[in-house]
């Protein structure tokens, strides 16, 4: 029996809720708070609350059908549906920020897709925050911890070179599903084919951390039955459910974090949170931990008045913590390139057909998989090298060269010296590509719903280039002390020079693969942009890129390691809280970023832990210095 609400014993009414007494709060049960939540709780002495904003949504088909992701977009029960500020660097335009909002977090509504980065870059946090345990040995026991790998490929693809693993990189019972797509398209194998004669490698593991070149993609995706979204609510809540010390509140809004001022300072005692249109407070015995996610944790850490003084005291928030650094953003940008498909090629656009849709439908019902349970089924890394002549690398390098005399702290010249010696690794993962047959409205950045709609009666293919070493860095601030108001999103997409010219680099290679055999012999006409448009022609590529880039959904940095948490993940200048979400993260990674928020929630469970055995010999919970 699927697992429902009702068969979930964690799952309280408020009244319940408060009469439990708790160890630790967890804000936000998501990719990363249910991770913890799960892991912390394995331990029966110590007692867990997790309160989210959203429903629970359990079993719900919308959210485990894997194909069915785009029709969550802008309904308020499972998105919170962002809108940022006008973007200078994109015309004007207000960009849609879709963020999960229900248990599950943005796990229970994203692509699915399972990435992990480089070796490199998580060195590079280690660097930037002047930490010892985040590099890539401190985090890549916790990618095998949490993984449970099916390495099962489609019996048509047994000879393709292009699904490498290593065993030794892969775990086989952890909570979150890993798989590869249940079958490829005749197109999806043409455009490997076409990456490979044009001198792409495919990597022995992508997943080993090292992911340069063209290959197979992993999806989040449960393949013991149909094909179901495998997320923080399967993995890490429903098989905790009955647990007798966990506790989950739904449909609860974390207004801000309750403080006490002592002869130690500022300490958090708890939350305060709205529930059924009445307010609330409940205290911790441990900390509270923000899991809100890379939007709402900046939020309410400047609500409970952490922040840029400035910026509280516009909002009219008194300023407890000055710390300019919280609200930062970095993300991942995104635009692409559209064709029509020769006829007769496989497309999921015919799935919204309703001939179409009710035959798939009962295929997927009746337990055979088929077009509803597909992911994506390939991605790839290029470095700047692969992109571009040597004289625009020499034009890039003094454009980051300049840019840096502009710069006045030392943690943004480290920053770009670090991006600029990407840029100079041939090996480096700078651009990401994934294709998939399907219409994507690469100029519709406004609303998710037009983005990712498909088209009725077109039959497309979409390739999507991701720049994943953004030198733009925007920032989230309240602008009003109201918890309800969502905050202002400024994402700077594509302020930085070089940014657009690495897209516009991206998009030119694409479509050169594109128009290589055997994958040309799948294409017909030119969508996006339009026949007329010469990529090869950098002005015109970079006028394609600002009216058709976008987030790739991937936000980070705004309670980054080192500037606003400390390595154990306390929050700077208090005691009694704790960040661990996507929000932590300094600089991005190449790869999605669902993998290092499960991660991050394991670590973070192990590093309390090892806090309450360290500290239990000589202090009580209630006195741990967290
Ligand atoms: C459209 C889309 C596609 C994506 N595709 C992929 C992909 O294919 N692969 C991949 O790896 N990554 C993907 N991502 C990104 C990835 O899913 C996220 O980076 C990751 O899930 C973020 O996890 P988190 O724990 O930081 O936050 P979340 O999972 O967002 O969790 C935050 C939780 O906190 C809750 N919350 C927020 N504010 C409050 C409050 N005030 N009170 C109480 N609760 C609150 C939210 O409702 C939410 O449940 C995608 C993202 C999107 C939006």
Same mark, same amino acid.
């Given at each position: 029996?699927?697992?429902?609400?009702?068969?979930?014993?964690?799952?309280?009414?408020?009244?319940?809720?408060?009469?439990?007494?708790?160890?630790?709060?967890?804000?936000?049960?998501?990719?990363?708070?249910?991770?913890?939540?799960?892991?912390?709780?394995?331990? !029966?002495?110590?007692?867990?609350?997790?309160?989210?904003?959203?429903?629970?949504?359990?079993?719900?088909?919308?959210?485990? &059908?894997?194909?069915?992701?785009?029709?969550?977009?802008?309904?308020?029960?499972?998105?919170?549906?962002?809108?940022?500020?006008?973007?200078?660097?994109?015309?004007? &335009?207000?960009?849609?920020?879709?963020?999960?909002?229900?248990?599950?977090?943005?796990?229970?509504? +994203?692509?699915?897709?399972?990435?992990?980065?480089?070796?490199?870059?998580?060195?590079?946090?280690?660097?930037?925050?002047?930490?010892?345990n985040w590099g890539w040995d401190g985090i890549k026991p916790y990618f095998s911890k949490c993984e449970s790998f099916d390495k099962r490929i489609h019996p048509d693809d047994k000879d393709s070179k292009d699904y490498?693993?290593?065993?030794?990189?892969? +775990?086989?019972?952890?909570?979150? =599903?890993?798989?590869?797509?249940?079958?490829?398209? !005749?197109?999806?194998?043409?455009?490997?084919?076409?990456?490979?004669?044009?001198?792409?490698?495919?990597?022995?593991?992508?997943?080993?951390?090292? +992911?340069?070149?063209?290959?197979?993609?992993?999806?989040?995706?449960?393949?013991?039955?149909?094909?179901?979204?495998?997320?923080?609510?399967?993995?890490?809540?429903?098989?905790?459910? /009955?647990?007798?010390?966990?506790?989950?509140?739904?449909?609860?809004?974390?207004? =801000?974090?309750?403080?006490?001022?002592?002869?130690?300072?500022?300490?958090?005692?708890?939350?305060?949170?709205?529930?059924?249109?009445?307010?609330?407070?409940?205290?911790?015995?441990?900390?509270?931990?923000?899991?809100?996610?890379?939007?709402?944790?900046?939020?309410?850490?400047?609500?409970?008045?952490?922040?840029?003084?400035?910026?509280?005291?516009?909002?009219?928030?008194?300023?407890?913590?000055?710390?300019?650094?919280?609200?930062?953003?970095?993300?991942?940008?995104?635009?692409?390139? &559209?064709?029509?498909?020769?006829?007769?090629?496989?497309?999921?656009?015919?799935? +919204?057909?309703?001939?179409?849709?009710?035959?798939?439908?009962?295929?997927?019902?009746?337990?055979?998989?088929?077009?509803?349970?597909?992911?994506?089924?390939?991605?790839?890394?290029?470095?700047?090298?692969?992109?571009?002549?040597?004289?625009?690398?020499?034009?890039?390098?003094?454009?980051?060269?300049?840019?840096?005399?502009?710069?006045?702290?030392?943690?943004?010249?480290?920053?770009?010296?670090?991006?600029?010696?990407?840029?100079?690794?041939?090996?480096?993962?700078?651009? /990401?590509?994934?294709?998939?047959?399907?219409?994507?409205?690469?100029?519709?950045?406004?609303?998710?719903?037009?983005?990712?709609? /498909? !088209?009725?009666?077109?039959?497309?293919?979409?390739?999507?280039?991701?720049?994943?070493?953004?030198?733009?860095?925007?920032?989230?601030?309240?602008?009003?002390?109201?918890?309800?108001?969502?905050?202002?999103?400024?994402?700077?997409?594509?302020?930085?020079?070089?940014?657009?010219?690495?897209?516009?680099?991206?998009?030119?290679?694409?479509?050169?693969?594109?128009?290589?055999?055997?994958?040309?012999?799948?294409?017909?006409?030119?969508?996006?942009? &339009?026949?007329?448009?010469?990529?090869?022609?950098?002005? /015109?590529?970079?006028?394609?890129?600002?009216?058709?880039?976008?987030?790739?959904?991937?936000?980070?940095?705004?309670?980054?390691?080192?500037?606003?948490?400390?390595?154990?993940?306390?929050?700077?200048?208090?005691?009694?809280?704790?960040?661990?979400?996507?929000?932590?993260?300094?600089?991005?990674?190449?790869?999605?970023?669902?993998?290092?928020?499960?991660?991050?929630?394991?670590?973070?469970?192990?590093?309390?832990?090892?806090?309450?055995?360290?500290?239990?010999?000589?202090?009580?919970?209630?006195?741990?210095?967290?």
């Amino acid at each position: 029996m699927a697992a429902t609400p009702a068969t979930l014993p964690v799952l309280k009414s408020i009244e319940d809720f408060l009469k439990g007494s708790y160890d630790y709060i967890i804000v936000g049960g998501g990719n990363a708070g249910l991770t913890l939540a799960g892991r912390l709780s394995e331990d !029966s002495s110590i007692s867990v609350a997790v309160i989210e904003a959203g429903g629970a949504k359990i079993g719900d088909p919308q959210v485990l &059908t894997p194909a069915a992701f785009p029709s969550l977009f802008g309904k308020p029960e499972y998105d919170w549906d962002f809108t940022t500020l006008p973007q200078a660097g994109t015309n004007g &335009t207000k960009h849609a920020w879709a963020r999960g909002k229900l248990l599950g977090g943005t796990s229970a509504i +994203n692509y699915m897709m399972y990435a992990r980065g480089q070796i490199e870059e998580f060195n590079d946090w280690n660097r930037i925050a002047g930490v010892k345990n985040w590099g890539w040995d401190g985090i890549k026991p916790y990618f095998s911890k949490c993984e449970s790998f099916d390495k099962r490929i489609h019996p048509d693809d047994k000879d393709s070179k292009d699904y490498s693993h290593l065993e030794e990189h892969h +775990n086989y019972d952890g909570p979150i =599903k890993t798989s590869y797509a249940s079958f490829r398209s !005749s197109s999806e194998r043409a455009y490997h084919a076409a990456a490979i004669n044009n001198g792409f490698k495919v990597p022995v593991d992508a997943w080993s951390g090292v +992911n340069h070149g063209i290959g197979a993609n992993l999806s989040t995706i449960d393949r013991s039955g149909p094909g179901t979204r495998s997320y923080a609510v399967t993995g890490y809540l429903v098989p905790n459910g /009955q647990r007798p010390n966990l506790s989950v509140l739904t449909d609860a809004h974390v207004e =801000k974090v309750i403080f006490e001022k002592g002869t130690d300072g500022l300490v958090a005692k708890g939350v305060a949170f709205s529930h059924g249109g009445k307010s609330y407070k409940i205290l911790h015995k441990g900390a509270t931990i923000l899991s809100a996610g890379a939007v709402m944790t900046p939020q309410i850490l400047e609500l409970s008045g952490i922040g840029s003084k400035s910026v509280l005291e516009k909002a009219g928030v008194e300023c407890l913590v000055d710390n300019p650094r919280v609200g930062d953003v970095e993300d991942h940008i995104m635009s692409g390139i &559209t064709y029509n498909l020769v006829d007769g090629e496989f497309s999921l656009d015919h799935v +919204n057909t309703p001939e179409v849709f009710t035959e798939v439908a009962k295929q997927y019902a009746a337990g055979k998989g088929g077009p509803l349970a597909h992911g994506v089924s390939n991605s790839g890394f290029l470095s700047l090298f692969d992109v571009s002549t040597e004289e625009e690398r020499k034009n890039i390098y003094e454009l980051v060269e300049a840019h840096k005399k502009t710069l006045t702290n030392d943690f943004d010249r480290q920053r770009e010296d670090i991006l600029l010696s990407r840029l100079k690794d041939p090996k480096a993962a700078i651009l /990401q590509f994934i294709s998939l047959n399907v219409n994507i409205d690469f100029g519709a950045r406004h609303d998710m719903r037009i983005f990712l709609g /498909q !088209s009725t009666g077109t039959t497309r293919w979409s390739t999507c280039v991701g720049l994943h070493h953004c030198f733009s860095r925007g920032s989230i601030h309240i602008t009003s002390s109201d918890p309800k108001q969502p905050p202002a999103i400024d994402a700077a997409i594509l302020d930085h020079p070089v940014d657009e010219l690495l897209m516009a680099f991206g998009v030119r290679i694409i479509d050169k693969i594109l128009n290589t055999s055997p994958m040309k012999e799948k294409l017909k006409s030119r969508v996006r942009p &339009t026949p007329d448009v010469d990529l090869s022609d950098t002005e /015109q590529a970079v006028k394609y890129i600002k009216g058709h880039t976008g987030t790739e959904f991937h936000p980070i940095a705004g309670a980054s390691l080192g500037l606003v948490v400390d390595e154990q993940l306390n929050v700077k200048g208090v005691k009694g809280l704790k960040v661990c979400d996507s929000s932590i993260i300094p600089l991005h990674i190449s790869g999605n970023t669902q993998g290092i928020c499960y991660a991050m929630g394991e670590k973070a469970a192990d590093m309390i832990k090892e806090d309450i055995r360290a500290a239990a010999a000589t202090k009580k919970l209630g006195e741990l210095s967290v």
